[in-house]
Structure formats: structure tokens, C-alpha cells
């Protein structure tokens, strides 16, 4: 198995600058030099996703490319957490009309609206239309969408484009893992696997050493 991150990284974060996190990007930027990271994505959820829960703009998402680490030497990149909104290959990929070069597929109760029964070829036509442009798939084996998915289908089709998946280190925290079923697809796919906090407040990045600590029980990591 490959992990494509170490402790020192994280590509699954959100600011309070242009989604639903607690925590500036200054400030995220600063606590991560603090605790020796190296290098993270911040990946503010979608437009479709904001306009659901109602976020209130804080920033233009245009300022991003003003912005510069003038904290440490921790390397930020900028992306978006899409949303899979129905049964085609239609997603959400922008943030204020602005779309990015680091994207994670992801599906939210509130925003995918069809029958969960075919979660799987939803999956599977957004990855055939996209894929050039994902970089990996959200924590797939949640529990509110697990029971629906075909993981030796929808694992051929990522193994097919190389699409890394993640464990999310928040879901297993709080329980909402199907951890069966992710300890299955880890097997399907060929391996490439990030393990992301999926952070919304700082003490979320404290969860991430339980991630690595859960692949080394199953015996899926060996250091």
C-alpha cells in the first residue's frame, strides 16, 4: 500500500475565509508551521454546497491569488471540495465561479437529491467525465451512502484513472466510517491512499495520527 502523505501533510482543510472551517487561513497556516507540517490544501466546499447551508460571504475567492505565506515555510495550495449532485456526470467544481487545480470528488447528503441506490454509477459518470481533474475521492465508505456502493465496480473504475482515495480522519473519529467496507475498497484499489483531517477547527488536525495508527492495525502499513 502507498499512503501519498505523511504525518507533515494534509490535503483535506477548510478556512473560515471561504467555507464552513472556525479558523482563518492565517491562522490555519501559522498552527500548522507550529506543529511541524509541511504542506497542505485548503479545500473550501463548493458553491453549490455554500448556497445550500446558507454560508454568508466573507471573501472574494479571487483573493487567494493574492495571498502569500509570509508565516513559515509550510507549502498552501488552494482547492475545492466538489459535490456530486445527481445521477449523471454533473458536479459542482467552483467556488464563486472559480475553479481550481486541486479538486477531491465528494457527496453531501444535503446537496446529492437522487435515489442513493445508485450512488455507485454516479460516482462512476462523474469519475468518467472528470478525471482528469480529480486529485482523490472523498472519505467514499461513509456510512450514510456505504450500504448503496459496489466497491468492486467503482474500484475498477479508479484503479482504470489512478484516482487516489482518502481516509478521512474526522469520519473515524466520530464513528461515521463504515470501516468494513473501507478496509475493503483499501484492498480493491490499487493502493494509493491520503489520509486527511477533514479539518473544521484546529483540534481536528489531532485526530490524524489515529488514521496512520488504524492502517498499521490493519495491517495495511507497516511503519
Not at 92 to 105: A, G
Request: hydrophobic share 40%; proline share 0%.
Amino acid at each position: 500500500m502507498k499512503i501519498l502523505n505523511t504525518i507533515n501533510e494534509d490535503y483535506h482543510m477548510h478556512s473560515i475565509n471561504w467555507s464552513d472551517g472556525m479558523c482563518t487561513v492565517d491562522e490555519i497556516v501559522q498552527y500548522v508551521g507550529w506543529i511541524w507540517m509541511k504542506k497542505i490544501a485548503i479545500t473550501d466546499h463548493s458553491q453549490v454546497e455554500q448556497d445550500k447551508d446558507g454560508f454568508v460571504r466573507k471573501t472574494w475567492r479571487s483573493h487567494k491569488n493574492r495571498w502569500k505565506n509570509i508565516y513559515n515555510d509550510v507549502e498552501v495550495v488552494f482547492g475545492v471540495e466538489w459535490d456530486l449532485l445527481d445521477e449523471e456526470w454533473n458536479c459542482c467544481l467552483d467556488i464563486q465561479w472559480k475553479e481550481s487545480d486541486f479538486c477531491i470528488l465528494s457527496c453531501h447528503n444535503e446537496v446529492y437529491e437522487w435515489d442513493y441506490k445508485n450512488i455507485t454509477q454516479a460516482y462512476i459518470n462523474a469519475i468518467h467525465k472528470n478525471h482528469k481533474k480529480i486529485n482523490l475521492m472523498w472519505h467514499i465508505c461513509s456510512k450514510f451512502t456505504s450500504k448503496y456502493l459496489d466497491l468492486d465496480v467503482l474500484a475498477k473504475v479508479l484503479n482504470q484513472y489512478q484516482i487516489p482515495i482518502e481516509l478521512n480522519c474526522y469520519y473515524l473519529h466520530k464513528e461515521r466510517t463504515d470501516c468494513e467496507k473501507l478496509n475493503k475498497l483499501i484492498h480493491l484499489v490499487e493502493a494509493w491512499v491520503y489520509v486527511n483531517s477533514d479539518m473544521h477547527v484546529l483540534n481536528d488536525l489531532n485526530f490524524r495520527l489515529a488514521g496512520f495508527n488504524y492502517l498499521k492495525k490493519q495491517w495495511l502499513i507497516w511503519s
